[in-house]
């Protein structure tokens, strides 16, 4: 087998792990049914109380569903890195000719099954609910993976703090997604801000691929171009954090599992 | 060729209070030996089977497995070597298949591999069962079949039968027997003397991350005998000279001389 197989077989192998315990375990079960669906029609039985128009209700729907990629994206590969850690098992996962991008991509794997799960979740209820339907699945379908992108990055940078925190790192980590997405107008434009945080907000991928998501209902101008050009930025940033941060904790001894 | 080496390293562990660990150690592990690392707790064992495997990088000198550098070309080193612990934990919920068919998928072995470390280690009936429900023992032989999977050339065992019971731990010392019999190297860290003297061929005594004696069984209890003439001081009291001593005599006399050069 080439390594670039052995390499595939590994990515493989994480997406196993968390197929295996998304089986077994609540948390996991809760975290593609009911946490989604609380935020779903928290926020759209909230929009629909004020008002009738559809273009709001489709902005709430995309809106978080956006924000779920992003949150799954991100999740999937740290968690199961962490979960390797809680259980002391660390050190058996990280002798083995393991590569951290390929925890990334083992995580992309997993989540890519768990959000059509709740896409098809979300844009059911919004139609069936809300009569909520997609304008274009083309340009939906561009801003969700850009969303999936954004996610990514967010597991790179994610990866280096738990490679340097260990057990303290998931509080921080578990927090990203969602100020995240509320820095970069999840659900409102950006223009809400003063003017320092909206010059941060621009800078960040996850601005534009929101707005590439409400684009789709003529609720902002989506700029692919610009979008992959702070993805690109901010990706670069994370690797280079990351593979500092792997540098750093073998220094440390921070890969061995506490005695 | 040597199957690990060691030279020169040195490790200390950042924070407030820098804590060294490891200091000059050299170390060279031929191919096929069973090698045992003997020392008090907090000696630098565990420490330097972390550095040697690459998990914790060393501050200065360098480590080869398998004549690969372990700073340089890590990624092929790991695909050589394997790790057994005691007292490791596993994830909650995962079968004993299961969690071996995701060591088999990170080491890139087929899954017919699983099949056959599992009636290595005496563990097929247990193919259902979840690792965390386990007994010591039984964990113990799951993590050996988790330590082969790979038909790893160096395979570093880090106390592994600490917490058996008596057929568990000699269980345990075969199939370890069968192992470097078969022509894998061993690393092994125990703290029980007469397991080292009867699996070990040669044996390396650390104490405050300083290798202070080398050799066989027979050497180090040969050495011990010649070193410590008279009345030595043994933990602060003077003691007769021991006339034939054991190997955990010899342990105590070259590792507690070992703090006392230090203390010095």
Same mark, same amino acid.
């Given at each position: 087998?080439?390594?670039?197989?052995?390499?595939?077989?590994?990515?493989?192998?994480?997406?196993?792990?968390?197929?295996?315990?998304? !089986?077994?375990?609540?948390?996991?079960?809760?975290?593609? /049914?009911?946490?989604?669906?609380?935020?779903?029609?928290?926020?759209?039985?909230?929009?629909?109380?004020?008002?009738?128009? !559809?273009?709001? /209700?489709?902005?709430?729907?995309?809106?978080?569903?956006?924000?779920?990629?992003?949150?799954?994206?991100?999740m999937?590969a740290?968690?199961?890195?962490?979960?390797?850690?809680?259980?002391?098992?660390?050190?058996?996962?990280?002798?083995?000719?393991?590569?951290?991008?390929?925890?990334?991509?083992?995580?992309?794997?997993?989540?890519?099954?768990?959000?059509?799960?709740?896409?098809?979740?979300?844009?059911?209820?919004?139609?069936?609910?809300?009569?909520?339907?997609?304008?274009?699945?083309?340009?939906?379908?561009?801003?969700?993976?850009?969303?999936?992108?954004?996610?990514?990055?967010?597991?790179?940078?994610?990866?280096?703090?738990?490679?340097?925190?260990?057990g303290?790192?998931?509080?921080?980590?578990?927090?990203?997604?969602?100020?995240?997405?509320?820095?970069?107008?999840?659900?409102?434009?950006?223009?809400?801000?003063?003017?320092?945080? !909206?010059l941060?907000?621009?800078?960040?991928?996850? /601005?534009?691929?929101?707005?590439l998501?409400?684009?789709?209902?003529?609720?902002?101008?989506?700029?692919?171009? !610009?979008?992959?050009?702070?993805?690109?930025?901010?990706?670069?940033?994370?690797?280079?954090?990351?593979?500092?941060?792997?540098?750093?904790?073998?220094?440390?001894g921070?890969?061995?599992?506490m005695? | 060729?040597?199957?690990?080496?060691? *030279?020169?390293?040195?490790?200390?562990f950042?924070?407030?209070?820098?804590?060294?660990? =490891?200091?000059?150690?050299?170390?060279?592990?031929?191919?096929?030996?069973?090698?045992?690392?003997?020392?008090?707790?907090?000696?630098?064992?565990?420490? #330097?089977?972390?550095?040697?495997?690459g %998990?914790?990088?060393?501050?200065?000198?360098?480590? *080869?497995?398998?004549?690969?550098?372990v700073?340089?070309? #890590?990624?092929?080193?790991?695909?050589?070597?394997?790790?057994?612990?005691?007292?490791?934990?596993?994830? +909650?919920?995962?079968?004993?298949?299961?969690? #071996? *068919?995701?060591?088999?998928?990170?080491?890139?072995?087929?899954?017919?591999?699983?099949?056959?470390?599992?009636?290595?280690?005496?563990?097929?009936? =247990?193919?259902?069962?979840?690792?965390?429900?386990?007994?010591?023992?039984?964990?113990?032989?799951?993590?050996?079949?988790?330590?082969?999977?790979?038909?790893?050339?160096? =395979?570093?065992?880090?106390e592994?039968?600490?917490?058996?019971?008596?057929?568990?731990?000699?269980?345990?010392?075969?199939?370890?027997?069968?192992?470097?019999?078969?022509?894998?190297?061993?690393?092994?860290?125990?703290?029980?003397m007469?397991?080292?003297?009867?699996?070990?061929?040669?044996?390396?005594?650390?104490?405050?991350?300083r290798?202070?004696?080398?050799? *066989?069984?027979?050497? #180090?209890?040969?050495?011990?005998?010649?070193?410590?003439?008279?009345?030595?001081? =043994?933990?602060? +009291?003077?003691?007769?000279?021991?006339?034939?001593?054991?190997?955990?005599?010899?342990? %105590?006399?070259?590792?507690?001389?070992?703090?006392?050069?230090?203390?010095?």
């Amino acid at each position: 087998m080439t390594e670039a197989g052995r390499s595939c077989r590994r990515i493989l192998a994480h997406a196993y792990h968390i197929g295996v315990s998304a !089986r077994r375990d609540a948390f996991r079960l809760f975290d593609v /049914t009911l946490w989604p669906l609380v935020l779903f029609l928290s926020m759209t039985l909230f929009a629909g109380a004020f008002t009738s128009d !559809r273009r709001i /209700t489709g902005l709430v729907v995309l809106g978080a569903l956006g924000w779920r990629v992003i949150y799954h994206f991100q999740m999937e590969a740290v968690q199961l890195y962490m979960d390797n850690y809680w259980s002391g098992m660390i050190e058996h996962v990280m002798i083995s000719p393991v590569r951290w991008w390929e925890f990334i991509l083992g995580g992309a794997i997993s989540a890519a099954a768990k959000i059509a799960f709740i896409a098809l979740l979300f844009l059911g209820l919004g139609h069936w609910v809300f009569g909520f339907t997609v304008t274009s699945w083309c340009a939906t379908l561009i801003g969700l993976l850009a969303c999936a992108g954004c996610g990514l990055v967010l597991a790179v940078f994610s990866m280096g703090v738990a490679f340097l925190k260990r057990g303290d790192a998931f509080a921080f980590i578990y927090a990203f997604p969602d100020a995240i997405a509320v820095l970069s107008g999840v659900f409102y434009p950006i223009t809400v801000f003063p003017r320092p945080v !909206r010059l941060l907000a621009e800078t960040l991928p996850t /601005t534009h691929a929101f707005n590439l998501l409400k684009a789709t209902l003529g609720m902002a101008q989506g700029d692919l171009p !610009r979008f992959l050009a702070t993805l690109a930025v901010w990706m670069i940033l994370a690797i280079g954090f990351t593979r500092w941060a792997l540098a750093r904790a073998r220094r440390a001894g921070k890969l061995v599992k506490m005695k | 060729m040597d199957a690990v080496t060691a *030279s020169q390293v040195c490790k200390t562990f950042p924070g407030r209070r820098p804590v060294p660990a =490891l200091l000059d150690v050299d170390l060279a592990i031929r191919e096929g030996e069973l090698f045992g690392l003997l020392g008090p707790n907090g000696a630098g064992k565990t420490t #330097l089977i972390t550095v040697l495997i690459g %998990l914790t990088t060393p501050d200065r000198g360098s480590v *080869s497995i398998c004549g690969l550098d372990v700073a340089t070309r #890590l990624h092929q080193v790991q695909g050589l070597i394997n790790l057994v612990r005691g007292f490791s934990g596993v994830l +909650e919920k995962f079968t004993t298949w299961e969690l #071996l *068919s995701y060591y088999a998928m990170l080491y890139g072995v087929p899954r017919a591999r699983v099949h056959e470390v599992m009636q290595l280690a005496g563990i097929t009936h =247990l193919r259902d069962a979840q690792v965390a429900q386990l007994s010591s023992g039984w964990r113990q032989r799951f993590f050996i079949a988790k330590g082969v999977i790979n038909r790893p050339r160096v =395979l570093f065992m880090d106390e592994p039968t600490v917490g058996l019971d008596v057929a568990a731990a000699q269980a345990v010392r075969a199939i370890i027997r069968d192992l470097n019999r078969e022509g894998c190297t061993i690393v092994l860290t125990t703290h029980d003397m007469r397991e080292a003297e009867a699996l070990c061929g040669r044996i390396a005594l650390i104490a405050r991350g300083r290798i202070v004696a080398q050799g *066989s069984a027979a050497q #180090l209890k040969r050495e011990a005998w010649e070193r410590f003439q008279g009345p030595i001081l =043994l933990d602060g +009291e003077v003691q007769e000279r021991i006339a034939e001593p054991s190997l955990e005599d010899a342990f %105590l006399l070259h590792t507690s001389q070992g703090l006392e050069d230090d203390d010095d």
